[in-house]
């Protein structure tokens, strides 16, 4: 079982520095999302059980990850940038699993709702901690794509990318028509662009 919200909020401050309402959000959507699909002890016993995948990256990941203990480096905490604050959380045991998205109409509740209160900060602080769940959030049951590729533990396959000689692990290359190997950057562009440093040579660390 989960310690009391207060609790959990005080993790949340440790971990990402500071007290906000995406805190708060991330917080309650996270013990929300244990218990629709039957996760009681998300940090404990059931952590091996429990895969989430988040859709933003603020405030509202970091609470999410000190509430439920996912983390991207156990593979237990997946990210897509879709710029929502949402997140999926699978039961892998069972195969349950529910998409949680944050409502806009919420704001607008704060905002109705402790109107007396002089800042917007502290009207959805007050609001997100004690408003109910459906006013809080959309929640719908869903399928995930979730291979063997994607679980935690040892990778489960390595290749080398035939452009760049660097290794791709579980299953993320791409095998073109020529039946070369590439990964992802090489394949399709990647975020980031060779440079140099002002009076230095290309590569030169």
């Not at 919200?5 to 440790?14: N, S």
């Not at 988040?54 to 509202?60: A, F, L, Q, S």
């Not at 209160?117 to 006013?135: H, V």
Request: hydrophobic share 35%; with cysteine.
């Amino acid at each position: 079982m989960f310690p009391p919200l207060d609790e959990l909020l005080h993790e949340c401050e440790a971990l990402h520095g500071h007290i906000c309402p995406g805190q708060v959000l991330g917080a309650r959507m996270g013990m929300l999302g244990c218990k629709l699909i039957g996760i009681d002890d998300p940090r404990g016993t059931d952590r091996k059980k429990l895969i989430v995948w988040v859709e933003i990256d603020r405030c509202m990941t970091d609470a999410l990850s000190a509430v439920t203990g996912v983390r991207l480096g156990r593979r237990s905490l997946k990210y897509f940038d879709y710029g929502k604050v949402a997140a999926t959380f699978l039961n892998t045991e069972t195969g349950r699993a529910v998409r949680i998205a944050a409502l806009d109409s919420s704001r607008a509740l704060a905002d109705a709702r402790y109107a007396a209160l002089p800042s917007k900060k502290e009207r959805q602080m007050a609001a997100y901690r004690e408003a109910s769940e459906a006013e809080l959030f959309k929640i719908e049951c869903v399928t995930v794509d979730y291979k063997e590729t994607d679980a935690p533990g040892r990778p489960r396959t390595r290749l080398t990318c035939t452009s760049c000689l660097e290794g791709v692990n579980d299953g993320r290359e791409v095998n073109v028509e020529s039946g070369e190997v590439l990964c992802r950057p090489c394949a399709n562009g990647a975020y980031y662009t060779a440079a140099t440093f002002p009076g230095e040579q290309a590569n030169a660390v």
